[in-house]
């Protein structure tokens, strides 16, 4: 595709005009960084297999993308990522034999939620929670023959914990998080044709309980607390 003269001037005009709306905003970048809690799954499926297993613990990393809407409230779009095995037991219907084999498992969260800070007087210690709703895209690894290599899921989440603002730019947040795929829509974590699978008639079984933070970077206007008439 040829880029003419005109088009690479609107190119230009298009970009260096997103760079001053954004200046003209209050934004944040968050990295974030936590551990996340072995999660036990234990079900009967709608066609009669059982499964038990673990969700190993590991290591979380994640980005998101937060705008502030004023002081107290922002808006976030966010990724999260975890690499982990799923060591399972399972039976086939009535089959009372009992197979193991551990899965490799990568978990994707894609999440938009809302905060709610509660600024201290005097201090750069922020009290803050939120609530998210999204999707989980859970990768097996290492499916069984005929089995599918991923699901996509309703998610939502929370998390609760404070963000300690070390300067206008610059900044940390320390929380606790709950993310949790719920199974009962759209089908669930499908491991093989031998029947085994999560998914479940009823509610969510698989719980993430991480703990961690993020790296936070502030960039635009500094928002101004709203005047009280």
Avoid: C
């Amino acid at each position: 595709m040829k880029i003419t003269t005109t088009k690479l001037l609107y190119i230009v005009i298009l970009f260096f005009g997103t760079l001053n709306y954004l200046s003209a905003q209050s934004y944040k970048i968050n990295l974030y960084s936590g551990y996340t809690l072995e999660d036990e799954i234990e079900a009967v499926t709608s066609n009669n297999n059982y499964f038990k297993g673990n969700i190993n613990s590991g290591y979380q990393w994640g980005a998101g993308f937060e705008y502030i809407l004023r002081p107290t409230y922002g808006i976030e779009l966010a990724y999260f990522r975890q690499d982990t095995d799923f060591p399972v037991d399972y039976s086939t219907n009535n089959n009372v034999t009992d197979t193991n084999k551990t899965f490799g498992l990568g978990m994707n969260f894609i999440m938009l939620g809302g905060n709610k800070y509660i600024p201290i007087p005097g201090s750069i210690v922020t009290p803050y929670g939120g609530l998210m709703v999204g999707m989980s895209i859970i990768e097996n690894k290492d499916p069984l023959p005929g089995a599918e290599s991923s699901t996509t899921n309703f998610a939502w989440g929370g998390r609760a914990g404070v963000f300690l603002n070390f300067s206008d730019n610059v900044g940390l947040k320390l929380h606790g998080q709950l993310l949790s795929a719920v199974q009962s829509v759209g089908g669930g974590l499908y491991l093989g044709t031998g029947g085994v699978g999560a998914g479940l008639d009823t509610e969510s079984s698989m719980y993430q309980f991480v703990f961690g933070g993020a790296l936070v970077f502030q960039f635009g206007a500094k928002p101004k607390p709203r005047i009280k008439r």
